[in-house]
């Protein structure tokens, strides 16, 4: 499916990047229907240079006439871009939020429009394995959803969710969750150089035993406990190295993770509504 009209980037960081990519990739957009605001200059002309896009310096100008707006910012400069969004928008532009923890509510007063998803995706989205959670407002349209669901599904995965709060909690496990996985890889990474392997080797065998696992995990669709189960023999290597996890709270240390970084989201909500 391609998108009609003007499709509008506010900020042109990481994020930004990984979903205009994989939209020109997938052919969702063309580009001369892009336009990306971007403060920096050498970030406007990599954009421009790199994916043939318009580039401006000015939010006002990037939004002009677009019929999608992608707000792709950090959430502590949003109180200086929604003045300059303020009323300048198409009354029914689709606007689609990917910052973390600022709500609606806030988004709906911001910018004085009422057709607006919040979305939660991850940094998996760069190589198009991402995963991403959204919403919308009532006023959106079976249209406007669609749109939204094509955009954001040209990252990776993406399913939609009838009430705000799931986003809070999507934040905290695949928002944040990536960064847990780095640091279990890292850790494995670590743990055979610890034993006797070079990095090099250490890091080959940890990224692989964590892809095939996991490919493993999909295709069969069984339970990782029925998986864990098939790989632990009575008395054997794998039973004394996941006494070791079970023992030092591997499993309760991850639900605290997961857990507090969905609090911080709601506490970055209610920060963003004050």
Request: net charge negative; with cysteine.
């Amino acid at each position: 499916m391609q998108l009609d009209g003007k499709i509008a980037f506010i900020g042109g960081g990481a994020m930004a990047e990984a979903i205009l990519k994989r939209l020109i990739a997938e052919a969702v957009v063309q580009r001369q229907q892009v336009h990306v605001s971007e403060p920096v200059t050498a970030r406007r002309d990599y954009l421009a240079g790199t994916y043939g896009v318009t580039v401006v310096d000015r939010n006002p100008l990037a939004v002009e006439d677009a019929r999608t707006v992608i707000l792709a910012v950090k959430p502590q400069v949003l109180d200086k871009v929604t003045p300059e969004l303020h009323g300048r928008l198409l009354p029914d532009a689709l606007v689609i939020s990917i910052m973390a923890g600022v709500r609606i509510s806030t988004l709906r007063a911001g910018l004085n429009h009422e057709c607006i998803v919040r979305s939660m995706p991850n940094t998996p989205a760069q190589v198009g394995a991402g995963m991403t959670v959204w919403t919308a407002t009532a006023a959106t349209t079976a249209a406007d959803k669609e749109n939204a669901q094509t955009i954001l599904a040209a990252m990776g995965d993406a399913f939609f969710v009838a009430e705000e709060h799931y986003i809070d909690m999507a934040t905290g496990l695949s928002g944040s969750g990536p960064a847990f996985v780095f640091l279990i890889v890292e850790a494995m990474i670590d743990a055979g150089v610890h034993i006797g392997f070079s990095r090099a080797q250490a890091e080959r065998m940890a990224i692989q035993t964590i892809e095939g696992s996991l490919a493993l995990m999909r295709e069969s669709g069984s339970h990782p406990a029925v998986l864990r189960n098939l790989v632990t023999s009575p008395a054997g290597t794998t039973a004394a190295g996941t006494l070791v996890l079970e023992r030092n709270g591997l499993r309760a240390t991850l639900i605290e993770a997961v857990s507090a970084a969905y609090l911080r989201s709601k506490e970055l909500g209610d920060l963003s509504e004050q």
